[in-house]
């Protein structure tokens, strides 16, 4: 994982966001925030399980159904599987350790 600082490269409603290898973050403060960096590192194993591009695909496809169905970005968004297992376990400092493969799926 390789930490990317710089509040220029992201939109205003992200603090910040996984593109593998790289966490881009909005400011300097996210770095020691355990749940926050967790939640980044789990978004990064989904992509290399899924071989990254197809979780970029997997992901952008996800996000538009739920947008079709809930009609709202934000609930959208919180409800695409990758965001859910993220969500959910991300207080878990020893979930990666734990995880099994493609346990996202849990969370379709």
Do not use: C
Request: proline share 2%; no cysteine.
């Amino acid at each position: 994982m390789i930490l990317i600082v710089n509040k220029y490269l992201l939109g205003k409603s992200f603090k910040g966001v996984s593109l593998w290898p790289f966490v881009i973050l909005k400011n300097i403060e996210l770095k020691e925030d355990v749940n926050f960096i967790n939640h980044e590192k789990i978004h990064l194993r989904q992509q290399i399980e899924l071989l990254i591009i197809p979780f970029y695909i997997w992901y952008f496809t996800e996000y538009l159904f739920r947008l079709i169905y809930y009609k709202d970005r934000f609930l959208a968004y919180k409800n695409i599987s990758f965001e859910r297992e993220a969500y959910s376990q991300e207080m878990k400092e020893n979930y990666l350790h734990e995880r099994k493969f493609w346990a996202f799926l849990q969370f379709v």
